[in-house]
Every structure is written in C-alpha cells, then in structure tokens.
C-alpha cells in the first residue's frame, strides 16, 4: 500500500471548480506554492453543469453590480492568457420584457444600473426586439439590450483552467476530500511566505493525505460551509438549485444571450430555471421541466420541433444576502472563501482578487461588501 502524501505548500485551495481553479492559477502565477484538493476524480461539479451566461443586467442594482461590472470586462484579457478556446462569445444580451406591467420596474432598474454604474443599456420595443433576435414571438413585449454581455461553454472553461493550472505548476490532488482541518494554536503574523515556523493549518484528506500550510482557500462551492465548519468557522449559507434543459443542435437560431437561454456553438439551445429553494426541486421533474418549456415556447414559438435530448440539475450556495463571498474570514488569519451562486462570471476576477489579497494585503477593486464576517452567525476571535 502506498504511503501516505505529506505535503506543504504555500497555499491550499480546497475545491477545483471555476473559483478554486482561478484562485490557482493567480496564486501560482504569483510565485506561491499552490496545492489543490478536491473530492471528485474530476472537476465536474457545478462548474461543469452551468449555462455559461456572463451577466450584468440580471443582477438588478444590487451590491454586486460593480464587481460583476469589473469581472466582465477583465473576461477577455484573463481568456487570452488562458490560451484555450472556451466557445466565449460577445454576444451582448437582450433581457426580455414580457408586458407593459414589467415595463416600468425594468426601466427604472434599467436607468440606475446606467447612471450609477455606466453599464451600456438601451431599451428596445417589441419591433427593435425581434428585429435584433428574429427568434423572439409576438408575445414578447419588449427588451433591453446589453452589449457587453457574453457566454461561453463552463465545461471547456473548467477544463481551461485546469490545463493553465498545470501549466504554472499547481499540484492537484483528484479524489480527495477533506476531512480534517486543525489550526497551531497562535497564527504568527505573516500568514502568506511558508517559512516552517508560520504553518498553522494541518489538513487531512479521507485516503490519510496531510498537508500544512499557512494559508487555506475554501473554494468547495456546495461543500463550502461543511469545510468552513471543520475549521470551526460557522457560515450563514443557503443551497438553491437550477434546472437545465437542453435541445439537440439545431441550426444558427438566437443571435444573443436571452433571459435564462443562449444557443451553444455546436447549436444546442439550453434553458435554465429561476433558483430554486424547495428541498424537493433537487432534480426537474416534469412540473419544472414543463413550466420551463412553457415559458420559452411562450417568448420563442420557433422553438418548438426541436428535441428535448437532456435535463440535469445543479447546486448553487446562496448567502443569506445573495451576495458573493470573497476574503479572509475575520479571527481565521490565513483562511479566505470565495463563492457566488453566478460564479462563472465572477471566478476569473474573483481569483485575481484572492491572489493580490494573499501576497500583498491589497485588492484590485473594493470587496468590503463580499466580507465572509457577514454570514458568520457568532464572529469568533479565535476559531479553534
Ligand atoms: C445549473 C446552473 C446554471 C448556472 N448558470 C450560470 C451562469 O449562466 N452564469 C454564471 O455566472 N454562473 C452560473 N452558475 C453558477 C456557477 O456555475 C457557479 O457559481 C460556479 O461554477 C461555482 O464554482 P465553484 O468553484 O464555487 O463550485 P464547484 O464547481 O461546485 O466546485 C467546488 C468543488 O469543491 C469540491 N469539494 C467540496 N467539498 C470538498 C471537500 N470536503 N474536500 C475536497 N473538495 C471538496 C467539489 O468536489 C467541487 O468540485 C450556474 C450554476 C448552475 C448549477
């Protein structure tokens, strides 16, 4: 039997999905020692399972809005340097508005996210609508359009960040999970630097793994909360889910990204849900399936001989303010999360955030309403 893996990296990234991933490759490409563990074989967990949408306006004017706005434009560059086709496409966006009653919320949402935070946005009516996408139906009633919206493929950007992962020489370890996270009694001031002296995590994984490090980033999506509990750290954090749907290929039919429906390189259409809290909503069943269809039909009758060939569900950690996480947890030196339930948009930057909040204290944009001290139900000095 082969003995068991010691290992003491600079950091230790638990989770190896769109969040873990970036935060590892920044971290590396930083000059740090990365290790990254996950659970599965392979990364196929949500970050695999999503539409791909690199959203603004959905997002209304909530907190959030300038990080996401920062995190689109930041998408390109990030792509250039991954050096891998992810299926990214500038599309723009065009929300759709279904009746004159969802005009006038929309507009005013649509007024401040423009004024306050200079997103391009325009309104269309129903004629400019289906001018700009012909597979919109009558029924539509207007829409507004974003042209800094976008989509790609999340499986080929999983499998992007992965090979980029090898390539700046992050180790990661597949098949392993986490069970264990104690913590030296004392953190010593300096938590990034690995000098022996200032380790303070000792991690161990279900198969006998051990790792130290000064320096733990939680990544683990669903698992979050569970491995923040295993460093003591309790996390006010809700799981929703949503539902996908996929047709088989069909030729060039929508132009943009729609409101929870995009059509993929190679021609499939996918349709996601709305999240969802019910327990029972964990897989579509045909109430779902059917409500989704209904839907779609409604604003694209276009659509309907294409073929159902697929419907999945995923899992989607959803902080009690329904904003991102992103930083050190307070009284925790050296542990840091980052999650989001739209983190396909968010990874990339969130990862370059983590990084620069690692080696030098300092962020590339404001995250002090993404702090984790928020969702801690008792904020604890020392944790352990
Ligand atoms: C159906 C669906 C549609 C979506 N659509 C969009 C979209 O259009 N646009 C958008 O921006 N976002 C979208 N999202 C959200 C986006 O996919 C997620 O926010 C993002 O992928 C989360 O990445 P992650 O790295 O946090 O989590 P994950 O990809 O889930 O990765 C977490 C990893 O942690 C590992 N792990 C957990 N516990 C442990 C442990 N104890 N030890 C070791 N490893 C562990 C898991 O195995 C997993 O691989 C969608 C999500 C879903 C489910």
């Not at 907190?63 to 434009?73: D, E």
């Not at 990661?172 to 996270?181: F, K, N, Q």
């Not at 980052?338 to 404001?366: D, M, R």
């Amino acid at each position: 039997m082969p003995l068991p893996l010691s290992m003491v990296p600079d950091v230790l990234v638990i989770g190896a999905g769109h969040f873990g991933s970036a935060a590892a490759l920044h971290l590396a490409r930083s000059g740090l020692s990365v290790v990254v563990v996950d659970a599965r074989l392979s990364a196929a967990g949500d970050s695999a399972s999503g539409l791909g949408a690199i959203t603004l306006q959905s997002r209304g004017y909530d907190p959030s809005l300038p990080l996401a706005l920062t995190a689109v434009a930041y998408y390109a560059e990030f792509l250039s340097e991954l050096d891998f086709d992810v299926e990214y496409r500038e599309c723009g966006g065009l929300a759709l508005i279904d009746s004159e009653a969802d005009l006038e919320p929309r507009l005013a949402a649509v007024n401040l996210q423009r004024e306050r935070y200079g997103i391009r946005l325009e309104f269309l009516d129903a004629a400019a609508t289906r001018e700009a996408e012909p597979s919109i139906g009558p029924e539509v009633f207007g829409s507004t359009f974003c042209a800094q919206e976008a989509h790609l493929n999340p499986l080929l950007l999983q499998r992007g960040l992965e090979r980029a992962c090898a390539r700046a020489g992050v180790t990661t370890l597949a098949g392993e999970r986490v069970v264990s996270i104690t913590r030296t009694p004392a953190p010593l001031p300096d938590s990034a630097g690995a000098s022996p002296e200032t380790i303070t995590f000792e991690i161990t994984t279900h198969s006998g793994t051990r790792i130290s490090t000064p320096v733990i980033v939680n990544c683990a999506g669903p698992g979050l909360a569970e491995v923040a509990r295993l460093a003591g750290i309790d996390l006010d954090i809700r799981q929703g889910h949503t539902h996908m749907l996929a047709t088989n290929a069909a030729p060039p039919t929508i132009r943009h990204l729609l409101s929870g429906c995009l059509q993929t390189v190679s021609g499939n259409i996918l349709i996601n849900s709305r999240l969802l809290f019910d327990p029972r909503d964990a897989e579509p069943g045909w109430r779902s399936i059917r409500s989704m269809l209904r839907k779609t039909l409604h604003r694209m009758p276009g659509l309907a001989g294409l073929e159902l060939i697929r419907a999945w569900s995923g899992r989607r950690p959803y902080p009690a303010d329904g904003q991102p996480v992103i930083g050190e947890v307070p009284g925790v030196r050296g542990f840091y999360i980052a999650t989001a339930h739209a983190g396909t948009t968010l990874s990339p930057l969130s990862g370059k955030i983590l990084a620069e909040l690692i080696t030098s204290g300092n962020t590339p944009v404001s995250i002090a309403p993404f702090s984790p001290q928020r969702l801690m139900a008792t904020p604890k000095e020392t944790a352990m």
